[in-house]
């Protein structure tokens, strides 16, 4: 991300990686241990943050538009991790 992304207020890669980057941790817990209650509570709360990192993102890209088809990947990245995660949380 360049000083002249920060300005024009466009939504980049990184506008879409940080949401994915909260959403790691829940992952690999998942992967590594099975489903207590307070890890499930701690998902749920991860994947709530990373739903409105998402949302702020889109704010951006209805303000200012996106830059490159590789931000519109990371974005559509970002809905398929959001969506399996929550599937995945809800059984």
């Known amino acids: 991300m360049t000083v002249g992304d ?8 990184a ?3 940080v949401p ?10 998942r992967i ?3 489903r207590s209650a307070p890890w499930l509570a701690a998902a749920w709360t991860v ?8 949302a702020a993102g889109w704010v951006s890209v209805v ?4 830059r490159r088809a590789r931000d519109w990947g990371t974005c559509l990245l970002l809905h398929v991790v ?3 995660q929550a599937v995945s949380l809800s059984l």
Not at 63 to 66: F, K, L, S, W
């Open 63 to 66: 303000r200012g538009g996106i």
């Open 15 to 17: 506008t879409w990686s």
């Open 47 to 54: 994947w709530g943050l990373a739903a409105a990192l998402t």
């Open 32 to 34: 590594m241990s099975d």
């Open 20 to 29: 994915l980057l909260v959403l790691a941790p829940a992952l690999l817990i």
């Open 6 to 13: 920060i300005r024009d207020g466009r939504a980049t890669e």
């Open 82 to 84: 959001l969506a399996v």
